[in-house]
């Protein structure tokens, strides 16, 4: 797999440029479920700054006067009320709607109060009684007032106008009328844009003609008659508007602006209108002239005009990124992504700086909305940056624990598994410990017996495949009960347990048990399958020792070595040298014995005093782990045997020489037995002196 690091930046440049390209591809194919997500989602995220993002400022001298509910309805009148007003007579005597005289009345009243300008969001397209009186009342007033025509779009765009006994044809060309519908996005269904003018030809689906007629909506036509033609844009586009917020002209019951009492206590008795521009139009849920936007599902109509006049009046219009800014954007943050993820090399940081860009260019948008009004292309952008940088990363992670894993089972030919598994997992606790600690571990020893002198003998090439062959087995269950491989010495082994990480002092020294017995039945079998292939069989030789030690990296400053020293370490090698003295495969310390007397059964061997040490050491050897099949005749026998040895170390030849001759009726060639049969008979014709303990002394290595 070394071609994956080879062609590196080219692997993460081509899944950087697949997820560009797809984002590209989603521009192009906006038909695409799939592919036009991103851009669909940066819809919705643009509607989000919309709501977050700063608003068009509410104006004061706009006034919504709505058909609510409680003016449909009216609150109870007395007989008193009615006689004295003539709105209330004109609206008790029939429900809604009413006759349009009360809609002359209403403009006289506004206009007797100072309004500037009045604008209806009600279809009057049907005559009605009281038509009359109200065509007066818009000719007294034709400059301050305007009237809501309709484009019914239905097979074809179908004029509904206020009905000639109110306006004389052609309506739309009266600057009195304009058209109040809002063109919803076809998708969702929500309106986000504001035409102030449309013409003909463009509602019939036909392309501009210079003999197409233009007709004004409603809230330019208000514009316009205030004086502010030159704030309407002129063309026949769509105008993303900047929304005010949504309870900007919350609507106030029409019904009020009659009633003495209200006229009076919520309108100044009418100095509330003095140069007001005033929206009438529906309110109440029944009439249903809602708008959905990205601000409500249930914006009302008449407050939508107003929001699209503030808007026009503070020209805060809303610009799209153009399409190839947009374009570039996305192919800069795969580019940004690919150099952070190819050149950085640190994870934990292109995470961070990934973070960093998105919160940034995040903040950027809003920054550009509140500010600019620009609409700065922003889910496409980051997803390629996220989704480039992530996989990307994704890519990293696999390649770094593909070589991890490459060195692992490098370092793993020639260094302890454990240890290696504590070097790359938490290197910083492994290489503070090489500078020295003390701590209590277990150590193996083993070696060959006459290996030396089978290699003088031996076919070079055969000697060290069989050897390899041996190392592999040991090293196998070394590694398999938790050991740390210190080193080869030739054909000797060292293993240590509890100087990397301990599992505590008895179970370090429990499994350093099981790995020599493993070790020994490892030896039996390689032994049957050598002698099967006519190959000579070897002998081993272990020695094991509990102690407290030093662990540290010792060397020279050419070559350094993470190894143990101290007397334990030096007890354990001598242990191994005294097999061969005392015919036993593996001597283990009476610091080890007692950790694993409970798994393991154990047969004394000698007191000995080795080269270096003042003290003498009890030492045993490992008969079989308990619970494992064994022979439960030498261990019943085996308990004659500790007795004999008991017998021997208190002076008592004569009764140990009768209970080890006992034991080698039935194990005639146990070498342990012979020997100390051997000296009771020597001491019991020839008795020790008083200070003999049943030392043995050894003065060599």
Not at 41 to 63: H, I, M, N, P, Y
Not at 454 to 474: G, I, T
Not at 623 to 641: H, I, S
């Amino acid at each position: 797999m070394n071609w994956l690091g080879r062609y590196r930046l080219l692997i993460l440049a081509s899944i950087c440029i697949f997820w560009t390209g797809l984002i590209f591809l989603g521009h192009f194919l906006p038909m695409t479920p799939f592919l036009s997500a991103p851009w669909r989602g940066e819809q919705s995220f643009e509607d989000l700054l919309r709501k977050e993002g700063r608003k068009t400022e509410t104006r004061s001298d706009f006034v919504f006067l709505g058909l609510d509910q409680s003016t449909l309805e009216l609150p109870p009148l007395t007989a008193e009320e009615i006689a004295n007003n003539r709105a209330f007579q004109v609206m008790t005597e029939r429900p809604f709607p009413w006759s349009r005289e009360i809609w002359a009345l209403l403009l006289d009243r506004l206009f007797s109060a100072g309004a500037r300008l009045v604008m209806f969001d009600v279809m009057f397209d049907q005559q009605k009684d009281g038509d009359p009186a109200f065509h007066a009342a818009l000719d007294r007033y034709r400059d301050k007032v305007v009237l809501a025509a309709n484009f019914d779009m239905g097979k074809a765009a179908q004029e509904v106008t206020p009905n000639n006994a109110l306006i004389p044809p052609p309506q739309l060309q009266d600057d009195r009328v304009g058209f109040v519908n809002f063109w919803a996005d076809p998708i969702d269904g929500k309106v986000r844009s504001v035409l102030y003018h449309v013409t003909n030809r463009q509602l019939a689906g036909l392309p501009p003609h210079p003999s197409q007629e233009i007709y004004e909506s409603l809230s330019g036509r208000a514009l316009t008659k205030i004086g502010r033609a030159s704030d309407v844009p002129q063309d026949s586009d769509g105008h993303m508007i900047r929304f005010s917020a949504v309870d900007a002209y919350e609507p106030r019951p029409l019904y009020e602006v009659f009633d003495p009492k209200f006229w009076h206590a919520n309108y100044a008795d009418g100095a509330f209108f003095k140069d007001k521009i005033v929206m009438v139009g529906a309110s109440a849920q029944i009439l249903h002239d809602v708008v959905d936007t990205p601000m409500s599902p249930a914006t009302l109509g008449p407050g939508l005009h107003l929001q699209a006049m503030a808007a026009a009046l503070g020209h805060e219009y809303l610009q799209p990124t153009p399409p190839k800014v947009g374009l570039a954007l996305v192919g800069a943050a795969g580019l940004v992504a690919w150099s952070l993820v190819a050149f950085l090399r640190r994870p934990l940081l292109c995470v961070g700086a990934l973070v960093v860009l998105t919160a940034t260019y995040l903040g950027t948008a809003r920054l550009f909305y509140d500010k600019a009004g620009l609409l700065l292309l922003t889910v496409p952008v980051l997803l390629a940056l996220v989704l480039s940088g992530s996989f990307s990363l994704g890519f990293e992670y696999f390649l770094e624990r593909l070589e991890k894993l490459r060195t692992r089972r490098t370092l793993e030919r020639y260094v302890s598994k454990n240890l290696v598994k504590e070097i790359l997992d938490n290197p910083d606790s492994y290489y503070s410990s090489l500078r020295g600690v003390r701590v209590p571990v277990t150590i193996l020893f083993s070696d060959l017996i006459g290996f030396t002198t089978l290699a003088e003998k031996a076919d070079p090439e055969a000697l060290v495949a069989q050897l390899n062959e041996y190392l592999s087995r040991m090293t196998s269950e070394i590694f398999s009960n938790g050991g740390t491989l210190d080193k080869f010495i030739g054909d000797a082994i060292m293993a240590v347990w509890g100087n990397v990480r301990s599992l505590g002092t008895a179970q370090d020294a429990k499994c350093c048990a099981r790995a020599a017995l493993g070790m020994r039945r490892q030896l039996s079998q390689l032994n049957q399958t050598w002698r099967e292939q006519g190959r000579m069989g070897l002998g081993m030789g272990i020695g094991v020792n509990h102690g407290e030690v030093i662990v540290g990296n010792i060397g020279s400053q050419e070559r350094m070595d993470p190894t143990v020293i101290g007397d334990a370490v030096n007890l354990a090698s001598r242990l191994e040298g005294l097999t061969r003295i005392y015919g036993v495969d593996m001597l283990v310390g009476a610091s080890v014995a007692e950790l694993v007397r409970d798994e393991v059964y154990l047969r004394s061997v000698a007191r000995v005093q080795v080269k270096g040490k003042t003290k003498p050491v009890d030492v045993f050897t490992f008969v079989a782990a308990r619970g494992e099949e064994t022979d439960l005749e030498f261990l019943k026998w085996l308990e004659t045997y500790e007795e004999a040895l008991e017998k021997f170390r208190g002076r008592d030849f004569t009764d140990a020489k009768i209970l080890f001759s006992r034991f080698l009726e039935f194990y005639p060639d146990d070498l342990l037995a012979k020997m100390y049969l051997q000296r009771a008979l020597e001491y019991e014709q020839a008795p020790p002196d008083e200070a003999w303990e049943a030392i043995e002394v050894f003065q060599k290595k």
